[in-house]
């Protein structure tokens, strides 16, 4: 007998999870029909969600011989644009992207992008460390996104600090990114997903974690990384601030989600803010941050603050480091 299971109307955070769990109650129905035409409206995390859950949930059954039908949004719907302009049914179909694939896009959205470090050293300056061309990358896609100086700085060093910790803790040599912005409201989102070791498989070896929740936790302090640097005149130098300030700019100017390990937490303006849970169908890392860039001409003041703030709670007494501060 075949079970049906509709998708949310709009891909958000909240309904995504859901979703994803009663993909998991799922995996081994003999018949399931994956409907997806009720969906009239997504975001990227759900976007990126949702094809990670989609694509492991057909390559898992495939291998069972169990039978998986998918049926897309209505053509007429403006999710079913979207998905394809996002590169969403190529993604799950297994094609998994070019590199800066469909960057022109419209001036509101980064596709989904498969960034491999191999292809970001053949495309920028071979001669350059990988974290100069992530900052290059960076650059490029808040250039995709915005058109003004101020948006474009604030854009790119939220982009750069992301890709720039999968690379240097993750222990995987690509990462997958999207974003979009929402003109009327004046907000965007960035969010960056890796199938690396984890936030707990790389504190852990160094720290004293003793949950997925406590890793989740410290990765956002001041100061905490599993691969410091100690050169003071390194501009590039891992002071372990990178999620610490998006986290504090998330929560000041919109929301930050980290989810990894199959928990997630959420931080936001809320009095209830930070709040945990539980990740279904996805055991990697995915970073998200909305942020505000109304007052994106005031982000030199903002990051400043948020560094001078983590320097005088930072556990571990380390200052940030030069890139950390300034763009």
Same mark, same amino acid.
């Given at each position: 007998?075949?079970?049906?299971?509709?998708?949310?109307?709009?891909?958000?955070?909240? =309904?995504?999870?859901?979703?994803?769990?009663?993909?998991?109650?799922? =995996?081994?129905?003999?018949?399931?029909?994956?409907?997806?035409?009720?969906?009239?409206?997504?975001?990227?995390?759900?976007?990126?969600?949702?094809?990670?859950?989609?694509?492991?949930?057909?390559?898992?059954?495939?291998?069972?011989?169990?039978?998986?039908?998918?049926?897309?949004?209505?053509?007429?719907?403006?999710?079913?644009?979207?998905?394809?302009?996002?590169?969403?049914?190529?993604?799950?179909?297994?094609?998994?992207?070019?590199?800066?694939?469909?960057?022109?896009?419209?001036?509101?959205?980064?596709?989904?992008?498969?960034?491999?470090?191999?292809?970001?050293?053949?495309?920028?300056?071979?001669?350059? /460390?990988?974290?100069?061309?992530?900052?290059?990358?960076?650059?490029?896609? =808040?250039?995709?996104?915005?058109?003004?100086?101020?948006?474009? /700085?604030?854009?790119?060093?939220?982009?750069?600090?992301?890709?720039?910790?999968? !690379?240097?803790?993750?222990?995987?040599?690509?990462?997958?990114?999207?974003?979009?912005?929402?003109?009327?409201?004046?907000? =965007?989102?960035?969010?960056?997903?890796?199938?690396?070791?984890?936030?707990?498989?790389?504190?852990?070896?160094?720290?004293?974690?003793?949950?997925?929740?406590?890793?989740?936790?410290?990765?956002?302090?001041?100061?905490?990384?599993?691969?410091?640097? !100690?050169?003071?005149?390194?501009?590039?130098?891992?002071?372990?601030?990178?999620?610490?300030?998006?986290?504090?700019?998330?929560?000041?100017?919109?929301?930050?989600?980290?989810?990894?390990?199959?928990?997630?937490?959420? /931080?936001?303006?809320?009095?209830?803010?930070?709040?945990?849970?539980?990740?279904?169908?996805?055991?990697?890392?995915?970073?998200?941050?909305?942020?505000?860039?109304?007052?994106?001409?005031?982000?030199?003041?903002?990051?400043?603050?948020?560094?001078?703030?983590?320097?005088? /709670?930072?556990?571990?007494?380390?200052?940030?480091?030069?890139?950390?501060?300034?763009?």
């Amino acid at each position: 007998m075949r079970k049906i299971i509709e998708s949310p109307q709009r891909w958000d955070e909240k =309904a995504t999870m859901l979703f994803l769990r009663r993909l998991e109650e799922s =995996a081994s129905v003999e018949d399931l029909h994956l409907d997806l035409r009720p969906t009239t409206f997504v975001e990227p995390l759900g976007v990126l969600l949702m094809a990670e859950a989609i694509k492991t949930l057909a390559a898992e059954r495939r291998k069972k011989h169990l039978k998986t039908l998918f049926t897309p949004p209505k053509p007429t719907s403006p999710a079913h644009s979207y998905l394809r302009f996002f590169g969403f049914y190529e993604y799950i179909k297994g094609e998994n992207g070019n590199f800066l694939k469909n960057t022109s896009g419209n001036k509101r959205y980064v596709p989904l992008m498969v960034v491999r470090e191999d292809d970001l050293i053949d495309s920028f300056d071979k001669h350059q /460390i990988l974290q100069y061309v992530i900052h290059q990358l960076s650059e490029q896609l =808040a250039e995709v996104l915005f058109t003004s100086d101020p948006e474009q /700085i604030m854009a790119s060093y939220c982009f750069r600090e992301v890709i720039r910790n999968v !690379f240097e803790h993750a222990e995987t040599n690509y990462c997958i990114v999207m974003a979009q912005r929402w003109p009327q409201l004046g907000e =965007a989102e960035i969010v960056v997903l890796d199938h690396g070791i984890g936030i707990y498989g790389t504190l852990a070896p160094t720290l004293d974690i003793e949950t997925v929740d406590d890793a989740l936790s410290k990765s956002l302090l001041p100061g905490i990384s599993s691969k410091l640097s !100690f050169e003071i005149d390194d501009y590039w130098a891992n002071s372990g601030y990178g999620l610490y300030i998006l986290s504090q700019l998330g929560r000041m100017t919109g929301e930050f989600f980290l989810a990894s390990n199959n928990r997630y937490i959420r /931080i936001t303006s809320s009095p209830n803010s930070p709040i945990f849970g539980d990740m279904p169908y996805f055991a990697g890392t995915v970073v998200k941050i909305r942020v505000s860039f109304e007052e994106a001409e005031f982000f030199p003041n903002i990051l400043k603050s948020i560094v001078e703030t983590g320097e005088k /709670i930072s556990p571990t007494g380390r200052k940030a480091s030069a890139s950390s501060q300034i763009q």
